[in-house]
């Protein structure tokens, strides 16, 4: 189990100092945990800050018990502590295999299974360099195969949204549907995407540094749609993107409930029993 008690993050900030997180305390037991909120909240500090790469100023940090507030990221990582960043790193002259190798407890993983859990075919990925030539999706997937190697106590995703499209973005939701289901410890994304969030266990509103409102995802989530906090349109704008209609509640295309196709260029029209649910 994860604790927080008061923890406090104040930073220099042009000759002035800046408070990003006020006395946030909270408790993760295993199972999903979304910390959302809008943007400038504090979310990604409070991630670092669990995950060891930033100090808070004060506070504590404990991991089933034991404080872990002083210790050094590697510290943590041996203790089950995981942290995938919002931008995957690339590493030139790293195979797929070797990367999983790293990350694995295990002498000899089941690579083929690990890889195959993220939705990715062992045969055209294992021999690959983690690098340029995968595509953001393909990336997350990879990253999220390494937590799924460790088996981490704590899987701490830092909007792992951020940067890809919405056809790879439907098929992550899936990929952390399933690792929900696989892995026994605590996952914890940092997100505002309201399908992400649809998948938590619980919820944790942060803003202005400090928690607004913490509970069961059916208690928390129906006050959050249509605001600030979550929001419903695709995480990046870009080809295939519907701005403004929320993704949310888009069906995969063809399948029950789907929005019929636009005419290219266009923005498909919200239906009637739609347009209630429009992204802000």
């Not at 502590?81 to 990350?103: E, M, W």
């Not at 909007?159 to 289901?181: K, Y």
Request: charged residues 20%; proline residues 5%.
């Amino acid at each position: 189990m994860l604790e927080l008690q008061n923890v406090s993050c104040i930073v220099d900030d042009e000759n002035s100092e800046k408070e990003i997180l006020k006395n946030v305390s909270f408790k993760a037991e295993d199972g999903f945990v979304a910390i959302t909120g809008p943007n400038g909240g504090g979310k990604s500090t409070l991630a670092k800050i669990i995950a060891g790469i930033m100090k808070p100023t004060s506070g504590k940090i404990l991991l089933d018990g034991t404080d872990i507030t002083d210790m050094s990221i590697t510290e943590r990582a041996n203790l089950g502590v995981s942290y995938a960043f919002q931008q995957p790193v690339r590493f030139k002259g790293l195979t797929v295999k070797d990367l999983i190798k790293l990350a694995s407890k295990e002498n000899t993983p089941d690579i083929c299974g690990i890889l195959s859990e993220v939705g990715l075919c062992a045969k055209d990925y294992i021999n690959r360099e983690v690098n340029a030539s995968l595509s953001g999706g393909e990336l997350k997937r990879i990253e999220i195969a390494t937590v799924f190697a460790k088996a981490s106590k704590i899987s701490i995703f830092d909007e792992p949204e951020a940067g890809i499209d919405l056809w790879s973005f439907q098929n992550l939701i899936q990929v952390f549907r399933e690792m929900r289901r696989s892995i026994h410890g605590t996952i914890l994304i940092i997100s505002h995407q309201e399908r992400i969030l649809e998948i938590a266990d619980e919820i944790v509103v942060l803003k202005d540094g400090a928690i607004v409102k913490h509970g069961p995802k059916v208690a928390v989530l129906p006050t959050l749609i249509g605001t600030e906090f979550a929001v419903g349109s695709c995480p990046q704008n870009g080809p295939g993107c519907f701005e403004g209609l929320s993704i949310s509640r888009l069906a995969v295309p063809g399948g029950p409930g789907s929005v019929p196709a636009a005419a290219p260029g266009s923005v498909p029209a919200a239906s009637s029993d739609k347009k209630a649910e429009a992204a802000v």
